[in-house]
């Protein structure tokens, strides 16, 4: 598949797992917060392997849009809304969040989980929301962030493996959304429980999707020296940079 070092997220993509910080609670709290209830086109920028997209497409009475930059994550996705019986509720298309292929004032609620942190230009990205989301409705984000300095070699590995990008601050996610435009605003940070993440994603993505990815993992694992180097470096680090990380639910009505 790939010949040298594997990037964080074409691994998932490969694997067929995506997820965010938080898990199905902070969705639930973010969809709350952006009044999906009331809404009747919603949008999920960056849907990774569409748990979110599924997810609200079986408790919502509304038309869903899940878009990702990467057509493997689309595969998944819609694999994903046929595995749940909601795929006549979701449309899928392959898109970047920093142009999207939608009308301006499309949306009644624009839903982004953990992806602005892996795009260069997170303003762009932002204002893009902003734009497809209808007037007097909502955009929300979860988006992690790093608490403190990380030491130099995980630093290195993850600008490598994340394709340049560095993991934002705090900071960086205040400062976007008060130039967002956008009214109402709110912002809460949540710590992380590491255990619990894991289990949580498990539980919400179910045991039998777990095993096939993990024993998709386990073959690149066994079959691919170059993506063994890149397994052991990403998850042997993943419990040093948990550590340092915690998440921020932002959200925000356009003007009416
Ligand atoms: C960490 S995953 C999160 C996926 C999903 N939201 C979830 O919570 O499971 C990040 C996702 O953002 C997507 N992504 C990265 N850059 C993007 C961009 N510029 N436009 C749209 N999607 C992007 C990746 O392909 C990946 O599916």
């Known amino acids: 598949m790939m010949n040298q070092s594997i990037a964080y997220l074409d691994m998932q993509a490969y694997v067929g797992i995506t997820k965010h910080i938080g898990g199905r609670a902070a969705t639930d709290q973010l969809l709350a917060w952006c009044h999906v209830e009331n809404a009747r086109a919603v949008l999920c920028v960056g849907c990774g392997i569409g748990v979110s997209t599924a997810h609200i497409a079986k408790k919502y009475d509304c038309h869903v849009v899940g878009v990702d930059i990467s057509d493997k994550m689309i595969a998944w ?26 009308e301006t004032d499309r949306f009644d609620a624009v839903i982004v989980e953990s992806v602005v942190a892996f795009v260069p230009d997170k303003a762009r990205a932002i204002r893009e929301c902003v734009r497809v989301t209808q007037p007097g409705s909502y955009v929300g984000l979860n988006e992690s962030f790093l608490t403190q300095a990380l030491p130099p070699e995980l630093t290195e590995m993850l600008g490598r493996t994340l394709g340049g990008i560095e993991l934002p601050r705090l900071e960086t996610w205040q400062a976007l959304w008060a130039d967002s435009g956008l009214q109402d605003c709110g ?70």
């Open 187 to 256: 912002l809460q940070t949540y710590a992380i429980d590491a255990r619990q993440e894991v289990r949580d994603r498990i539980q919400w993505i179910g045991v039998r999707w777990s095993l096939e990815a993990f024993a998709r993992l386990f073959q690149l694992y066994l079959t691919s020296p170059e993506a063994r180097a890149s397994i052991r470096e990403q998850y042997g680090s993943t419990a040093n940079v948990l550590d340092k990380l915690e998440y921020v639910l932002l959200t925000g009505k356009k003007c009416a």
């Open 77 to 102: 996705a819609r694999e994903r809304a046929r595995r749940e019986g909601v795929e006549s509720k979701i449309e899928f298309r392959t898109a970047d969040i920093q142009d999207l292929p939608f």
